[in-house]
């Protein structure tokens, strides 16, 4: 796995865009980077994955850069519900180990 | 659509005593399944890991085991519960195989406590 450096902490206004960095300097070409958010007390959920391009789903967006070494997982207009731990984690396709880091927590405030 | 069940949500143990929590995944086939725990203010810890029947992958030394005895059920046992097994314990699915494999699924979670 591609090892990833984030932020411990950030703040969002709510109704703001909230933009959340990850670091993955050492990731390979076959290695997508995937975004997790976990909501205290609730399992991790799913947010959004890609490779090269950006991605964007209902959810949030993906922005790779073109060197693949850093990304950027940005909810719109973030909300209260938003406030969460949120991992970004390195990894093959095919592969069955998946780890988590510790994460940023983002809490977003009225 | 695949749903993922664990049970028991909740469950308070005496040292000492043996511990079962079970996960199954409905709505698809030869899934990779995982148990994570999380420690109170902690982060994910992958336990076990399994790519099929009767095939676990243990991440770290504990006082916990896995089974597989079904393609989409996974068992998470102790014979012999600690204080420090205390904890969050998830279940998750991913599908085998693919370019985004490691696009996990998760249950609600068990959350144990030992006294």
């Known amino acids: 796995d591609a090892k990833t450096t984030q932020p411990p902490s950030m703040d969002c206004a709510e109704g703001r865009a909230a933009n959340l960095p990850c670091n993955h300097s050492t990731i390979s070409g076959n290695e997508y980077v995937y975004w997790y958010r976990q909501i205290h007390s609730q399992g991790p959920q799913y947010i959004i994955h890609g490779l090269k391009n950006n991605e964007t789903n209902e959810m949030a967006s993906l922005i790779i850069t073109e060197d693949r070494k850093s990304s950027t997982l940005i909810l719109p207009h973030a909300t209260l519900r938003d406030t969460a731990v949120y991992y970004c984690?390195?990894?093959?396709?095919?592969?069955?180990?998946?780890?988590f880091g510790t994460g940023t927590k983002l809490q977003v405030i009225p | 659509s695949q749903t993922i069940h664990q049970w028991p949500a909740t469950l308070v143990q005496p040292v000492g005593s043996p511990l079962s929590l079970e996960c199954t995944v409905e709505?698809?086939?030869?899934?990779?399944l995982y148990w994570y725990r999380q420690a109170a203010g902690r982060g994910l810890q992958l336990l076990f890991y399994?790519?099929?029947?009767?095939?676990i992958s243990s991440e770290v030394p504990q006082n916990l085991s896995a089974s597989r005895p079904q393609d989409r059920q996974f068992i998470l046992s102790s014979k012999k519960l600690l204080l420090s097994d205390s904890g969050f314990y998830l279940c998750?699915?991913?599908?085998?195989?693919?370019?985004?494999?490691?696009?996990?699924?998760f249950g609600e979670g068990s959350r144990l406590t030992v006294l």
């Open positions: 998750a699915w991913s599908v085998r195989g693919m370019t985004g494999g490691a696009q996990l699924f």
């Open positions: 709505g698809t086939s030869n899934p990779n």
């Open positions: 399994s790519v099929g029947i009767g095939q």
């Open positions: 984690i390195g990894k093959s396709g095919g592969y069955q180990k998946v780890t």
